[in-house]
T-cell receptor
Framework: GENVEQHPSTLSVQEGDSAVIKCTYSDSASNYFPWYKQELGKRPQLIIDIRSNVGEKKDQRIAVTLNKTAKHFSLHITETQPEDSAVYFC????????????FGQGTRLTINP | DTAVSQTPKYLVTQMGNDKSIKCEQNLGHDTMYWYKQDSKKFLKIMFS???????INETVPNRFSPKSPDKAHLNLHINSLELGDSAVYFCASSQNRGQGEQYFGPGTRLTVT
């Protein structure tokens, strides 16, 4: 199938705390897992991605972990700041036929000062 | 230098009208996409073109017709607009189908009254 399930749909954390968003994919052939951030009224932009040959990738305060056996991957944001407030989307390619990126349903993250 | 641009940014029109949205990318990418983002923020692919050839056509009403005059441009024409067409439409481009970063345009907010 081509489903990507993302949880939670909304997440509210105190500034300075950590936030974790999880996604599950169904296409076992998927090998690329990006995360996009969409600020209010703006376009989605890639913030981090991981390929299936590694289990974790970090970029300053954000990290992505991948469990290929369980077919899930997660976004971790540490030391959250107000500018982290946005909608976050995970995605995974559906390899059957013409490849396309299937997006999760999105998580609205709110950082409370 | 804008990587992916779309016009217009806002479009307000009445039911039954026909409208077009234009998209251009100056990244030299081979693949371009149209996405629809509804009020719940779901990002759903509509069409994808690779080197001017249609490769993805999701279950979109045939009132929607994409056109790619060259690989840097992908336009979307919508006939007989309906209330349910109200959404934000994003154009995007990438070098690798489904496997690399997708660069999104600023979006076109379409409101059908």
């Amino acid at each position: 199938g081509e489903n990507v399930e993302q949880h939670p749909s909304t997440l509210s954390v105190q500034e300075g705390d950590s936030a974790v968003i999880k996604c599950t994919y169904s296409d076992s052939a998927s090998n690329y897992f990006p995360w996009y951030k969409q600020e209010l009224g703006k376009r989605p932009q890639l913030i981090i991605d991981i390929r299936s040959n590694v289990g974790e990738k970090k970029d300053q305060r954000i990290a992505v972990t991948l469990n290929k056996t369980a077919k899930h991957f997660s976004l971790h944001i540490t030391e959250t700041q107000p500018e982290d407030s946005a909608v976050y989307f995970c995605a995974s390619p559906y390899i059957q036929g013409a490849q396309k990126l299937v997006f999760g349903q999105g998580t609205r993250l709110t950082i409370n000062p | 230098d804008t990587a992916v641009s779309q016009t217009p940014k806002y479009l307000v029109t009445q039911m039954g009208n026909d409208k077009s949205i234009k998209c251009e990318q100056n990244l030299g990418h081979d693949t371009m996409y149209w996405y629809k983002q509804d009020s719940k923020k779901f990002l759903k692919i509509m069409f994808s073109y690779n080197n001017k050839e249609l490769i993805i056509n999701e279950t979109v009403p045939n009132r929607f017709s994409p056109k790619s005059p060259d690989k840097a441009h992908l336009n979307l024409h919508i006939n007989s607009l309906e209330l349910g067409d109200s959404a934000v439409y994003f154009c995007a481009s990438s070098q690798n189908r489904g496997q690399g970063e997708q660069y999104f345009g600023p979006g076109t907010r379409l409101t059908v009254t």
